[in-house]
């Protein structure tokens, strides 16, 4: 078996950039080949030999759950794309303005065919500066794809004062404080930092969020979406938090966008680290801990209307 | 749906299926363990049977013109192939096939270029359709000289008389099959199905099931019409005398391949670690009745092909080896051993039953000639 090919997701409000962010990966020397699935045919200048069009077509599971949903769409042009292997090195899938992201993940681990083949490599979202602001008050779609985001790329910073943009990007963290934001013109950022970022891989998860086991205790506001973090200063019993963490995602899934953490076993040399969509979780023992090293444990939650409260408690009663 | 299990996980992941009422639940489990070393290791072989053919591209489709294999490429290509010889030939330049069907006298085939090409046993090809930037992934040929193709959510058939009709779905068209006899097709979407006479001015009739529905196919007595599902089941729908629902689950992944037997009482299915055989000899279906479960092997079954005309069912695995099965005793002929990386994808027998041609995902290919 060959690696799997990684698919790239880019999401962003309408007129934020994602064309031009899009065109500026295609057309980067960097000498791969891309498969790129568009909503709207035509946006791309650029002549790609691989581009196809996708319907969005979202698809509930038959399981009566309405945050159980995956791209129809997405499953049948990756089962074709499949056939010709070879051909490209990656594949970019690029959503409307107003889709939420949630399906388009939830495909790569809810359809088995496309999770053999194809792995998420994360979401990336561009943003406007002049407008997230506003978006972020009337558009629930636009904060989807912020709460959402491995990547931010907070663009047109052109047309606003220092200040506007410190504003904005405050209320990015409000929302999401996980994502690696980066401040452009014209999406004029280092593909590097777009692609190949490994967002949804257990392994990557310490790499790529540095102050994520120092960092403190989180508590940002913005009206109903919300990024809950807690932490335990030492080890988590495993008989305690599977239960726990199964229940709270069924439960609490619809209302759940991201989560991620990071828990100490008690005689587990390794650090037990997990990732999820909505209800679908990932998880493995990843990394040893290193000879010395303090075990502590941390959760987050990114999502709408959570109860901060009951996360604690239920999280801290978990405790070794 | 997890990758890597821990305790506990189950219960996230496969949250209670709360499938509206079933008339009709067969479900089948996979026999112990054991069973599966009883396969391959001891059957009889037919591997000197076979001449290699190099396709050079992943198989998509294969199709029988008289005594000419053709061999549908995810390169574009169609590579015809006769005694021994083969002639490529270039009918989707620089794109992909995604699909093909045969009836006998030509090979159809949808790429991911928009269009659809016809290819003949002399090496003529030409489109016959064209639809600007989509990707044609699903047709049917009747047995009448009609064809049907599907870009998005709308269906297009030709009669044999060139007349085309189209009509649009609810959401994308996956999988089109014509009726035994007559000229009609269905067609399968999400949340269910639909029965249209392109001909006939009528309204089309509509088969209900909630969820994505895949690939089609129509029993040869034109009873039922069963579907494959993305929640690894499959659907069916007893046309006469009422619209009875059968559901046949329990596949651990999806079925893409359908074979009735020549007698229309089986149909075989793939996406089990064995072929799956569903009895349709009573006027019921397979209500209440339990498949037969043929091959069971530690791979999963791609491509199942009855032979034309007696019980004897070609099956294909993930892995890359075929098995040929005999439905009255089970036993088994190896056709081809497993290979690594070379799945099989495509697989189709001749009009006679003598030839049985196979393509695999990496590009490797041949017709089995049976003694
Ligand atoms: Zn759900």
Redesign the pocket.
């Known amino acids: 078996m060959t690696d799997k090919i990684p698919v790239t997701v880019l999401t962003g409000y309408l007129g934020a950039g994602k064309t031009t962010l899009l065109n500026r990966i295609l057309t980067e020397p960097h000498g791969k080949k891309y498969a790129v699935i568009v909503n709207e045919f035509g946006e791309i200048g650029i002549d790609n030999e691989l581009v196809v069009g996708a319907d969005e077509e979202v698809f509930e599971m038959n399981?009566g759950?309405?945050?159980?949903t995956v791209r129809g769409d997405l499953i049948r042009i990756l089962d074709g794309l499949m056939k010709r292997k070879g051909k490209f090195d990656a594949i970019i899938v690029e959503t409307t303005g107003l889709a939420d992201p949630a399906p388009v993940a939830q495909t790569f681990f809810m359809d088995q065919d496309v999770s053999d083949t194809a792995r998420l490599d994360a979401v990336v979202t561009v943003a406007d500066a002049k407008w997230l602001s506003d978006r972020l008050k009337d558009a629930p779609e636009a904060k989807n794809q912020i709460a959402f985001a491995d990547v931010i790329i907070l663009n047109k910073i052109d047309l606003v004062t220092p200040e506007q943009l410190d504003e904005v990007e405050a209320r990015i963290r409000a929302i999401n404080p996980y994502a690696k934001v980066h401040r452009t013109q014209n999406c004029a950022i280092p593909i590097a930092e777009v692609l190949d970022r490994k967002a949804f891989d257990l392994d990557r998860i310490i790499e790529l969020e540095p102050d994520f086991l120092e960092e403190g205790h989180h508590h940002h506001h913005d009206e109903d979406m919300q990024s809950v973090s807690v932490a335990i200063d030492g080890e988590v019993d495993p008989e305690k938090f599977m239960p726990w963490i199964s229940n709270l995602t069924q439960v609490e899934?619809?209302n759940i966008l991201r989560c991620k953490g990071i828990v100490a076993f008690p005689n587990e040399p390794k650090r037990f680290v997990f990732q999820g969509v909505?209800?679908i979780l990932d998880g493995d023992v990843q990394g040893e801990w290193k000879p010395g090293e303090k075990h502590t444990s941390k959760v987050v939650f990114i999502g709408r209307d959570l109860n901060e409260k009951a996360i604690r408690e239920g999280f801290l009663a978990c405790a070794a | 749906m997890i990758r890597k299990a821990y305790p506990g996980a189950q219960e996230v992941l496969l949250?209670d299926l709360a499938l509206p009422f079933i008339p009709a639940t067969m479900l089948w489990r996979t026999p112990p363990e054991g069973i599966a070393s009883m396969s391959t290791g001891t059957a009889p072989s037919l591997t000197q049977s076979i001449a290699p053919v190099a396709a050079g591209a992943h198989v998509t489709a294969i199709g029988w013109l008289k005594g000419t294999a053709a061999f549908g490429l995810g390169d574009g290509g169609v590579l015809l192939a006769k005694d021994g010889e083969t002639h490529r030939l270039e009918a989707h330049p620089d794109a992909g096939i995604l699909v093909g069907a045969s009836d006998g006298e030509r090979f159809v085939t949808g790429g991911d270029d928009g269009r659809v090409a016809v290819t003949g046993p002399d090496g003529s090809t030409r489109t016959l359709a064209e639809a600007k930037g989509a990707w044609i992934d699903s047709l049917a040929l009747s047995a009448g000289g009609a064809f049907a193709y599907a870009s998005g959510k709308r269906v297009f058939a030709r009669d044999d008389k060139g007349r085309e009709k189209m009509l649009e779905v609810p959401s994308t068209a996956r999988g089109l099959a014509f009726a035994p006899k007559g000229y009609r097709l269905a067609i399968s979407h999400y949340n269910g199905a639909t029965l249209w006479f392109p001909n006939v001015e009528a309204k089309p009739e509509v088969l209900d099931w909630k969820g994505s529905h895949l690939d089609v196919t129509w029993s040869p007595d034109a009873r039922f019409v069963v579907t494959s599902m993305q929640e690894n089941a499959l659907h069916g729908w007893r046309l006469i005398p009422d619209k009875g629902h059968m559901r046949m689950s329990g596949y651990p992944s999806k079925t893409r391949s359908f074979s009735w037997s020549h007698d229309g009482k089986w149909l075989a299915t793939s996406g089990a670690e064995a072929a799956i055989i569903w009895p349709f000899e009573s006027k019921e279906g397979p209500m209440g009745k339990a498949p037969r479960e043929c091959g069971v092997r530690p791979a999963k079954v791609s491509r199942v092909a009855f032979h034309p005309n007696t019980l004897v069912l070609a099956v294909a695995y993930e892995d890359g080896c075929i098995l040929l099965i005999r439905l009255a005793d089970a036993s088994e002929l190896l056709v081809r051993a497993a290979v690594a990386g070379s799945g099989v994808t495509a697989m189709a027998w001749d009009k006679g039953g003598k030839r049985l041609a196979f393509g695999c995902e990496d590009g490797q290919a041949g017709i089995l000639t049976l003694p």
């Not at chain 1, 759950?65 to 159980?68: A, D, F, V």
Request: charge should be neutral; proline fraction near 10%.
């Open positions: 399981n759950c309405i945050c159980c899934g619809p909505h209800m | 949250h």
